[in-house]
């Protein structure tokens, strides 16, 4: 797999045939040989066998089927502000594939849908820190040659399904571009994702804010209707008028159907 524009985008890019995981990868090299992966730093393969989702959920595809890219970042903002770098990955690749010609929307936190179906999902692992400062290795799986009887999940899609492009080298650029766009003005912005733009881009792409929905937070559910996303990043769900508005930082989403 060969990926010129891509690499011309970032300080180093490694083609892996095939890999575990990808972040697990990055976020090793990166801690162990800090001076030999400058940030932007990427990791990318077709073939990974032990992806590593949200709350410890595990995935694999077929090779050759999806990409898994791996971005390391190492930004000097505020460490409580890092959460949103998550958040700008997913409105990097929704903005990339919309660029594309895709109707992507984002599912907060970090998933990218068409159609409803997910097409892409994030993950971000920050690094500990040392004598390069600290950082970040933003995962994404993107889900792009998956034939329809490989998909994992009902739920799931891929681009060539969607009849989006394939092309492993048009979609990690393009990805790249946004992705790096977008945390540059907010490293300009010292972190703050207002004045730099960046809660407005996750707005924007957003498919949750003004969607019915179900967050499962490990305890009592939160249902209402999703009306923003706070400058925690927070998803900020109306649950009517004797229960006010909530803030969840994290959970599992559901779209619900209005009743």
């Known amino acids: 797999m060969e990926l010129p524009r891509s690499s011309a985008l970032v300080a180093r890019l490694e083609v892996l045939p095939a890999t575990g995981s990808t972040n697990t990868d990055l976020v090793r090299a990166a801690t162990l040989e800090p001076h030999a992966w400058p940030a932007p730093a990427v990791v990318v393969t ?3 066998t032990a992806g590593r989702g949200r709350l410890g959920r595990s995935w694999s ?7 898994a890219i791996s971005v390391l970042l190492r930004p000097r903002i505020p460490a409580e502000r890092l959460g949103w770098l998550s958040l700008a990955a997913g409105a990097a690749m929704t903005e990339a594939l919309a660029g594309l010609g895709v109707a992507a929307r984002a599912k907060w936190p970090n998933d990218v849908l068409i159609g409803g179906r997910k097409v892409c999902g994030v993950l971000a692992e920050a690094l500990p820190s040392g004598p ?3 950082g970040v290795v933003i995962g994404a799986g993107l889900n792009h040659a998956l034939a329809r ?10 681009l060539a399904l969607e009849g989006g492009p394939t092309d492993p080298d048009l979609l990690v650029a393009a990805y790249l571009d946004r992705l790096l766009a977008l945390t540059a003005a907010f490293e300009a912005a010292d972190g703050d994702p207002a004045t730099s733009g960046l809660r407005a881009a996750v707005i924007a792409v957003s498919d949750t804010v003004g969607r019915r929905v ?4 490990g305890a009592e559910p939160v249902v209402g209707e999703a009306v923003d996303v706070d400058l925690e990043g927070r998803i900020v769900v109306d649950r009517g008028p004797v229960l006010g508005s909530t803030a969840c930082a994290s959970g599992d989403v559901e779209h619900l159907r209005y009743e």
């Open 132 to 134: 390069a400062g600290a």
């Open 46 to 48: 077709d073939h990974q």
């Open 61 to 67: 595809a077929p090779p050759g089927a999806s990409l």
């Open 214 to 217: 179900r967050v499962s937070t």
């Open 149 to 158: 009887d490989d998909l994992p999940v009902p739920t799931a899609t891929s």
